[in-house]
């Protein structure tokens, strides 16, 4: 008798290493104004940075890869991509607040991803991916379901796993898709600085052959109509 398993729809997560080339795009990040972020330490008040112009090399760089990961790796015939939303995060692991960040997605957008600043992963801070395949992560009460890993098998099977860190060093780029849950790891020592952002496509959602579809354009237009 044989078996077999089966790795089926696996979640995709881009890791990609700019090493110093953008990190000038970003060098100001800490003197942006901030304010407290519910879950975690700062974030910028300002929610469009990648909008500013001396950041453009780092736009551009950003929304091909978003592009490349929804055509190549997602299916999607949307090919125009732009960043919908971008903020910094700012982490001192001596502030006094959360020195990690809570477990949240991203809504109204398709694409998520964070472009590191400022990060040593021997502080930690590490990017935390929950399962979402979990039964913690399921739409039912957790405690419907009381099942007891076995830690040694859980760490040989990736179907068990809960979550998966990465540990993220200055100048990566991490993406996913924005449904996916994800934390920040509690930073044990010195400061960490990332971008996070949203990616959506520039010709809007769906189709708007079945009646569903949103065109961002058509809005756009409507407003400088007014
Ligand atoms: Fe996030």
Redesign the pocket.
Known sequence: MQQKIMGLFPVPVAIIDTGSEFLACVADVLELPTRDNDLADQMTLNTQILDDPHRRPLLDFLCGRAASFATEVLAYRQRDWGISNSWGNITRADSGRKSGHGV?N?PNSVI?GVFYSEVDPVQGGALMLHSPNDPHNLHVPAHTILLEPDPDKVAQSPYAWPWANVDVRTGMVVLFPSWLR?SVAPLKSGRRVSI?FNCVPHDGLGSLRDGYGLSFAKFADARQGR
């Open positions: 949240h991203h998520s994800h996070a």
